[in-house]
Every structure is written in structure tokens, then in C-alpha cells.
T-cell receptor, first 115, second 112 residues
Framework: ETGVTQTPRHLVMGMTNKKSLKCEQHLGHNAMYWYKQSAKKPLELMFVYNFKEQTENNSVPSRFSPECPNSSHLFLHLHTLQPEDSALYLC??????????????FGSGTQLSVL | QKEVEQDPGPLSVPEGAIVSLNCTYSNSAFQYFMWYRQYSRKGPELLMYTYSSGNKEDGRFTAQVDKSSKYISLFIRDSQPSDSATYLCAMNGSGNTGKLIFGQGTTLQVKP
């Protein structure tokens, strides 16, 4: 397995469900990211982890809860989501997190539908 | 005003055409400029990475940055059906967070 792997690829959940998205990178990188991609909108940065420490939370609602147990794994725990949270959730990694000019390597994303 | 503006298209061209994709931006502090390509049902992949003004060429792809006009371009020569994808421009943001700012993406279709 190489690159950045995300599971599941597709997820349908009700507003009262709790689910988790998983991301794993095999690139030896130290920084990992969660992005949200909605139709006809730019990518939105949600969270950044650098060396397992959360360094950024871009005003994301608390119904999204990230977890980074080590530099290779990243989770996004979801609970009581809203229909407007339906989107493609992308995980990315980079060698480090310095000043916003990092080269990002993305996974294929989890397409989330909230009913 | 959005920090980065990108026409979403779609842009449809015949195979072999020269394609020009563009982004404008408002923040003169941006220094690093990138183009990502995203195929359907895939994540974005880095295509070109440039610093400050000037041109950078890689095979059929040329990235151009004009900081005086706050305008960046990606040219694709001899376009192929396999170039059909969404192209996202991205540039580094201002302030201490240095957040990467993405454009909306332009969808390109190259017809055989």
C-alpha cells in the first residue's frame, strides 16, 4: 500500500448516527490534514496535525472531532451531523507543516451523505 | 471579494488544442503558487509548484505567474483526453497560519 489511503470510500449516515473516517499515509510524512470539498466550492481546510499535535482548527463545528494517534494515522469522528455536512472529505499529508507552501498528497476521499 | 477566483467552467476543447487555465488573486503577499489536478472520484494531485513570478515548464504543462497582475495560468499543450479533469489553483495564505488557499477549480474536458 502506498500514498494516502482513506476508508470508507462512501458513507451514508443519519443525523443521529456516529461514524468515523480513517486515513493512513505510507509516505513517512509528519503532517496530516482534513479538508472538506463541497460542490462548486473551494477546498476548505478543517484540521491540521503536525507531529501528532493539532496545530489548526479552522472554526470547525464540534460535531467533527479529529484524532491523530501517530504521524501515520488520522481519524475524523462524526456525530449528529447535518445534511449540509454532506461532502467529499479529503485527507492529505505533507513532509512537514511550515508556512503554507507544503506540497500536499491527498487520498481519494470519503464521499459522505447525511440524510 | 474572494481571495482566489477561478472560473469553474466547464471548458471543452478538441484533442490537440492548447488549453489555458487561469486564476486571479487579491493578496499581494502570496508567494507560492500551485496547480493540482483532480480526476473524477479521486483526490487532487500536485501538478505544478512555482515560487514568485515567472514560468515553469514540465513536459506539456507550463505554469506562469504574473505577480504584478495577481494572475496565474496553467497552459497545456497538445491536450489529450486523459487531461480531462478538474484543475485547482492554490496559493499560500497570509498571516502566521500560512493557510493554503484553493480556487474553486476549473473542469476541463478534452474531446477525442
Amino acid at each position: 500500500e502506498t500514498g494516502v489511503t482513506q476508508t470508507p470510500r462512501h458513507l451514508v449516515m443519519g443525523m443521529t448516527n456516529k461514524k468515523s473516517l480513517k486515513c493512513e499515509q505510507h509516505l513517512g510524512h509528519n503532517a496530516m490534514y482534513w479538508y472538506k470539498q463541497s460542490a462548486k466550492k473551494p477546498l476548505e481546510l478543517m484540521f491540521v496535525y503536525n507531529f501528532k499535535e493539532q496545530t489548526e482548527n479552522n472554526s470547525v463545528p464540534s460535531r467533527f472531532s479529529p484524532e491523530c494517534p501517530n504521524s501515520s494515522h488520522l481519524f475524523l469522528h462524526l456525530h449528529t451531523l447535518q445534511p449540509e455536512d454532506s461532502a467529499l472529505y479529503l485527507c492529505a499529508s505533507s513532509h512537514g507543516r511550515v508556512a503554507g507552501n507544503e506540497k500536499l498528497f491527498f487520498g481519494s476521499g470519503t464521499q459522505l451523505s447525511v440524510l | 471579494q474572494k481571495e482566489v477566483e477561478q472560473d469553474p467552467g466547464p471548458l471543452s476543447v478538441p484533442e490537440g488544442a492548447i488549453v489555458s487555465l487561469n486564476c486571479t488573486y487579491s493578496n499581494s503577499a502570496f508567494q507560492y503558487f500551485m496547480w493540482y489536478r483532480q480526476y473524477s472520484r479521486k483526490g487532487p494531485e500536485l501538478l505544478m509548484y512555482t515560487y514568485s513570478s515567472g514560468n515553469k515548464e514540465d513536459g506539456r504543462f507550463t505554469a506562469q505567474v504574473d505577480k504584478s497582475s495577481k494572475y496565474i495560468s496553467l497552459f497545456i499543450r497538445d491536450s489529450q483526453p486523459s487531461d480531462s479533469a478538474t484543475y485547482l489553483c492554490a496559493m499560500n495564505g497570509s498571516g502566521n497560519t500560512g493557510k493554503l488557499i484553493f480556487g474553486q477549480g476549473t473542469t476541463l474536458q478534452v474531446k477525442p
